[in-house]
């Protein structure tokens, strides 16, 4: 048997608890890394004292939403969580997002669920900000952006949502008008622009979970837990429009899956930058398109299932040939399990972010803890979200 001296005793449990500082603070570091977007905000305890400071954390295509933030930015919480078309009721959701004018930052009182009878006709320069409460917009229609610009939504779960009948229906301008056929979409941004969508929970609707047509751009798609749906997101009126062209579109650091089937996203004309993004499988395709997208897919972690690839390019419309013109770049992603990337066409150039939209893309190694808060977060208003 051999003896170990008190010195040899003293030397090797300082190594064993310098190592075990090691790990500690290494594993501290991995389970704190949180992307660039969180991190302008959310480490701030006082984050419920100063909730415009939200609008200065934005980045890709969106910028900096400084035109929702300010002294001319009225503060509204919603109370009640019923839903009147028509004449909306102070305290309700629809009177705050729609009738009520100039700036407005819209927070909920409470945990609630909101059955919304006809889409919600979001205003321009309005943020709805759902941190701090439980806040579902569940069994009815979702929220409508039209000719928009300056659009906050934040921290909802939007789940169940159907097409709804035609029917009357209050616009921003305070008029009556006429709802048309819906298709049971979450969020559609149309004719829109500066629109910011982060951190919310999207799956189980009747169509799509977010469309972005008719002319939109400037849009970032961030922080969003997207599962449980076909049909995810869509980048593009139809094949015919060609007034997308313009159309740019950030989506970063957020997860998709599980049982996502396709359209992470589908994409018609425009340019997307889709960066830093976890795939958790895919039942068709991840990644597609037709009539000449542009897509940088970059430093995103895509985890194959049954389906190995992620891309797929579609015919174009009324029996045309498979474009050709569209281009397709996978710069700096990471395939598990089998999974496998098709480039197609030219170079994809970069975003050419200004300095209010850039930032730097992270490894696929990081991705997970990127986006390991995907979804709307449970926020307490006395500490850290």
Same mark, same amino acid.
């Given at each position: 048997?051999?003896?170990?001296?008190?010195?040899?005793?003293?030397?090797?449990?300082?190594?064993?608890?310098?190592?075990?500082?090691?790990?500690?603070?290494?594993?501290?570091?991995?389970?704190?890394?949180?992307?660039?977007?969180?991190?302008?905000?959310?480490?701030?305890?006082?984050?419920?004292?100063?909730?415009?400071?939200?609008?200065?954390?934005?980045?890709?295509?969106?910028?900096?939403?400084?035109?929702?933030?300010?002294?001319?930015v009225s503060r509204y919480v919603v109370t009640d969580s019923s839903d009147d078309p028509v004449r909306p009721r102070?305290?309700?959701?629809?009177?705050?997002?729609?009738?009520?004018?100039?700036?407005?930052?819209?927070?909920?009182?409470?945990?609630?669920?909101?059955?919304?009878?006809?889409?919600?006709?979001?205003?321009?320069?309005?943020?709805?900000?759902?941190?701090?409460?439980?806040v579902h917009i569940a069994n009815g229609a979702g929220f409508l952006l039209y000719k928009v610009q300056n659009v906050?939504?934040?921290?909802?779960?939007?789940?169940?949502?159907?097409?709804?009948?035609?029917?009357?229906?209050? &616009?921003?301008?305070?008029? %009556?008008? =006429?709802?048309?056929?819906?298709?049971? $979409?979450?969020?559609?941004? @149309? +004719?829109?622009?500066?629109?910011?969508?982060?951190?919310?929970?999207?799956?189980?609707?009747?169509?799509?979970?977010?469309?972005?047509?008719?002319?939109?751009?400037?849009?970032?798609?961030?922080?969003?837990?997207?599962?449980?749906? &076909?049909?995810?997101?869509? %980048?593009? =009126?139809?094949?015919?429009?060609?007034? $997308?062209?313009?159309?740019? @579109? +950030?989506?970063?650091?957020?997860?998709?899956?599980?049982?996502?089937?396709?359209?992470?996203?589908?994409?018609?004309?425009?340019?997307?930058?889709?960066?830093?993004?976890?795939?958790?499988?895919?039942?068709?395709?991840?990644?597609?398109?037709?009539?000449?997208?542009?897509?940088?897919?970059?430093?995103?972690?895509?985890?194959?299932?049954?389906?190995?690839?992620?891309?797929?390019?579609?015919?174009?419309?009324?029996?045309?040939?498979?474009?050709?013109?569209?281009?397709?770049?996978?710069?700096?992603?990471?395939?598990?399990?089998?999974?496998?990337?098709?480039?197609?066409?030219?170079?994809?150039?970069?975003?050419?972010?200004?300095?209010q939209q850039r930032f730097t893309a992270a490894s696929p190694g990081a991705v997970r803890a990127l986006t390991r808060?995907?979804?709307?977060?449970?926020?307490?208003?006395?500490?850290?979200?």
């Open positions: 048997m051999v003896s170990i001296s008190p010195p040899m005793k003293f030397a090797v449990f300082s190594l064993f608890l310098c190592l075990s500082l090691v790990v500690a603070v290494d594993a501290a570091r991995r389970g704190n890394k949180i992307n660039v977007i969180d991190r302008c905000w959310r480490r701030n305890p006082r984050w419920a004292a100063n909730r415009q400071r939200l609008a200065m954390c934005s980045v890709g295509f969106a910028g900096k939403m400084t035109m929702n933030r300010g002294r001319g102070p305290g309700t959701l629809r009177y705050g997002a729609t009738v009520l004018q100039g700036k407005v930052w819209i927070t909920f009182a409470r945990d609630m669920q909101i059955r919304l009878v006809r889409p919600l006709v979001v205003k321009s320069f309005t943020a709805i900000d759902g941190r701090g409460a439980d906050i939504i934040h921290g909802l779960q939007f789940h169940h949502l159907q097409s709804q009948a035609p029917g009357p229906i209050i &616009d921003p301008h305070g008029e %009556l008008s =006429h709802s048309g056929n819906e298709d049971g $979409d979450a969020i559609r941004v @149309v +004719t829109a622009s500066k629109v910011w969508i982060d951190h919310n929970t999207l799956y189980s609707c009747e169509d799509g979970l977010i469309d972005v047509t008719r002319g939109s751009t400037d849009i970032t798609i961030s922080n969003n837990w997207f599962h449980n749906h &076909d049909k995810v997101m869509l %980048l593009g =009126h139809r094949d015919g429009y060609i007034r $997308d062209k313009a159309m740019r @579109v +950030t989506v970063a650091f957020n997860r998709f899956g599980p049982n996502c089937n396709q359209r992470m996203p589908r994409v018609r004309y425009g340019y997307a930058h889709v960066v830093n993004n976890l795939y958790d499988g895919w039942k068709e395709y991840a990644i597609g398109g037709s009539v000449g997208p542009t897509i940088m897919s970059e430093g995103n972690l895509f985890v194959a299932s049954k389906q190995k690839e992620v891309t797929r390019r579609m015919p174009a419309s009324e029996g045309k040939p498979l474009a050709r013109s569209w281009n397709l770049r996978s710069e700096h992603d990471a395939f598990e399990n089998g999974a496998f990337f098709s480039k197609s066409g030219s170079r994809v150039a970069s975003p050419r972010y200004d300095a808060n995907a979804g709307a977060l449970r926020c307490s208003k006395k500490a850290r979200c």
